[in-house]
């Protein structure tokens, strides 16, 4: 029985859990994680592989501060690295209980990882007793890099970001703390949304969020009330006794972020703390830049600001129209040695050949597939091939090469890629992924584009070179 297990036996069972998990080995990844949160929070302590050694605090000031946490470069070997060094109270006198839940997030935080989310290395006790390391990225988060990029594909980048939240909700995880500076921009110019410890306590949908859960959600900022769902803010409007965070109140805060990067405001910016409260809570949306939102965009924004939670779509939804609407660079980007980029203007003529596509469905029998790219107003589409194997991942390498003309005028550069099924005895045809990349970045090179499930039912990895003609 795990009650009965000393603290060295608990850290010999937790280790050999921790392994299980990382390497694949574990019957059950989701009751393997609840065990192991379990195990961490009633012994206060995480896996030894989870502690990084000789990680290096420096300067004498931390780069940003808030109520709850500083953070820090730092120093992790030969990396540069981000330090969120949480605030707290030696005198807490619920001390027990903040280790307990900043172990079990720990561990759930190492299991969550996706192109879109923030890497997470582990902690460092050597600085802080609370101390979260990850990658530390010079572009910082999306406002200051479209401040710095003006051009920058805003719409690509939120793509990218909502990308992450879906893949969290699709995990059973809420968010719970979104905002536009929790929204980094990496070294390849592809959104990370920072997730739990960087920005909040993740929880599964419907958990109570309770006392320093809350202080941690808002970070301890005016603005953050901004993002805030209504019903987070008054419960009791909404028939709850209690505060819960849901990936509906996700959508709405999502939705403000968004509005923030497409309208370059704050939401209710005209508006003094309390009168944006009064609007939030009356139900009343924020005011329109017709000139930085198009029709499009602001139909999805006012559905995710629905006052009835059930109205506001899911963010596979959101995603998918963003994608539409931005063609935004979804690239797994893979250096080349060889070939030349190209800069500047596009040439005008480019010859996309397919080298191999990796799928991975959850259904797969007597399927077909076939692969669609959308170019301006122009679709390509590849002959439909054999059924992927009973197995559910199918490589398959085959000739299919497409002539582009290119359009300076269709977003000058961005192309999507879409993964067709034909299922069933009526030969259904349906898109169940999708993916895009930018044309300027990769000629002369193989690149990877990953195309994410948009319904649950699987995912692809193409690999493609784009030349020259």
């Known amino acids: 029985m795990t009650n009965s297990l000393s603290f060295e036996e608990a850290v010999k069972r937790i280790d050999?859990?921790?392994?299980?998990l990382a390497n694949g080995t574990s019957k059950s990844k989701g009751k393997t994680t609840i065990e192991l949160r379990r195990l961490c929070g009633r012994h206060c302590t995480v896996p030894t592989s989870y502690k990084l050694a000789?990680?290096?605090k420096e300067g004498d000031c931390a780069q940003r501060n808030s109520r709850v946490a500083e953070i820090w470069k730092g120093r992790y070997r030969d990396a540069?690295?981000?330090?969120?060094?949480?605030?707290?109270?030696?005198?807490?006198?619920?001390?027990?209980?903040?280790?307990?839940?900043?172990?079990?997030e720990v561990v759930l935080m190492k299991q969550v990882n996706h192109d879109n989310i923030l890497p997470f290395y582990g902690v460092s006790?050597?600085?802080s007793e609370f101390c979260l390391v990850f990658p530390w990225y010079e572009n910082g988060n999306i406002t200051d890099y479209i401040k710095r990029e003006p051009?920058?594909?805003?719409?690509?980048?939120?793509?990218?970001?909502?990308?992450?939240?879906?893949?969290?909700?699709?995990?059973?995880?809420?968010?719970?703390?979104l905002r536009p500076s929790h929204i980094l921009i990496d070294d390849n110019g592809v959104a990370r949304l920072a997730t739990a410890g960087h920005s909040s306590i993740v929880a599964v949908p419907g958990t109570s969020i309770a006392g320093w859960h809350v202080q941690s959600a808002l970070d301890g900022e005016v603005d953050d009330y901004r993002y805030s769902a209504p019903e987070i803010q008054w419960p009791e409007d909404y028939g709850m006794d209690k505060i819960l965070i849901t990936k509906e109140s996700d959508v709405y805060g999502m939705a403000m972020v968004i509005y923030e990067v497409l309208a370059g405001e704050?939401?209710?910016?005209?508006?003094?703390?309390?009168?944006?409260?009064?609007?939030?809570?009356a139900g009343?949306?924020?005011?329109?830049?017709?000139?930085?939102?198009?029709d499009p965009a602001w139909e999805l924004l006012q559905k995710c600001w629905g006052k009835n939670l059930s109205e506001r779509p899911?963010?596979?939804?959101?995603?998918?129209?963003?994608?539409?609407?931005?063609?935004?660079?979804?690239?797994?980007?893979?250096?080349?040695?060889?070939?030349r980029s190209v800069t500047g203007e596009l040439p005008g003529k480019l010859k996309l050949q397919f080298q191999s596509i990796k799928i991975s469905l959850d259904k797969s029998k007597q399927q077909q597939f076939s692969v669609k790219l959308k170019y301006g107003s122009k679709d390509y589409t590849t002959a439909l091939t054999k059924p992927v194997d009973d197995s559910g991942e199918h490589t398959w390498k085959g000739p299919e090469s497409w002539s582009i003309e290119t359009d300076k005028q269709h977003h000058g550069q961005s192309a999507s890629l879409e993964l067709i099924l034909r299922t069933g005895i009526f030969k259904k045809d349906k898109v169940c992924a999708i993916g895009n990349f930018t044309l300027l970045n990769n000629v002369n090179k193989q690149s990877s584009v990953k195309l994410e499930a948009v319904d649950g039912t699987g995912s692809a990895v193409l690999k493609i070179l784009l030349m020259e003609m």
């Open 125 to 127: 006790t050597t600085v």
């Open 314 to 339: 899911p963010t596979v939804t959101v995603y998918k129209t963003l994608s539409e609407l931005s063609s935004c660079p979804q690239v797994i980007h893979t250096p080349q040695p060889e070939g």
């Open 80 to 104: 540069v690295v981000a330090l969120k060094v949480l605030r707290v109270s030696q005198d807490d006198p619920h001390m027990q209980r903040t280790k307990s839940l900043f172990c079990k």
């Open 284 to 294: 009343e949306i924020p005011e329109r830049p017709s000139d930085r939102i198009n």
């Open 54 to 56: 000789d990680v290096v």
């Open 151 to 177: 051009n920058a594909n805003q719409l690509g980048l939120l793509s990218g970001a909502v990308n992450g939240l879906r893949f969290l909700h699709e995990s059973r995880l809420v968010h719970g703390s």
């Open 266 to 281: 704050k939401p209710y910016y005209k508006d003094n703390r309390s009168n944006m409260l009064s609007k939030v809570q």
């Open 16 to 20: 050999e859990i921790a392994e299980g």
